[in-house]
């Protein structure tokens, strides 16, 4: 029986990794006060926004995350801990933990972050906000597409005026010898 609970352990803190490879954000919070229709509405929130909640053992996250710069900042896996992950835009999945915190506490809504986790970076709950906070991808995607097609429209503009500039002097050119 023993060695079977080992295995599971090992099973879990396997899983967790790969979830870990896979996300390009992880968000860590204390999920005290939080009820279970909560908790299951947030779980959904964020399944649709291509994401995953997790509660799992801290000993069990610790495990799979020590190769990582998390293994410096224990303190995110220090009494009940979710983990998010994130899947897919990662804008998306951190405004979707943000607008739920802020419908929970609206003074405070950092106050249930402990931290979070994206390509190789630890962040800080102040963090975990400002990423909420940025445009969606799409609009982000447009104003890059926006500002990179604006010097390309002037140039076409000027190139198509070239032509305009020198009919308009040989025609001037004709006029006056003739």
Request: net charge positive.
């Amino acid at each position: 029986m023993e060695r079977k609970s080992w295995q599971e352990k090992a099973q879990k803190v396997k899983s967790y990794k790969e979830r870990m490879e896979r996300s390009n954000l992880m968000v860590f919070l204390n999920f005290v006060g939080i009820d279970a229709q909560s908790m299951s509405k947030l779980r959904g929130d964020v399944k649709s926004a291509g994401g995953e909640l997790l509660v799992g053992k801290n000993t069990l996250f610790y495990r799979a995350f020590m190769d990582t710069v998390l293994s410096d900042h224990r303190e995110v896996l220090v009494g009940p801990t979710a983990v998010v992950f994130s899947y897919k835009d990662p804008v998306l999945t951190a405004k979707t933990v943000y607008e739920f915190l802020k419908e929970l506490n609206k003074d405070n809504p950092l106050e249930k972050v402990k931290g979070g986790y994206m390509q190789g970076r630890f962040l800080k709950p102040e963090d975990i906000k400002a990423l909420a906070e940025l445009p969606p991808m799409e609009v982000l995607v447009s104003k890059l597409m926006g500002t990179l097609q604006a010097p390309l429209i002037n140039l076409i503009m000027a190139l198509k005026a070239m032509p305009q500039k020198l009919v308009l002097a040989l025609k001037a050119l004709e006029e006056k010898k003739s």
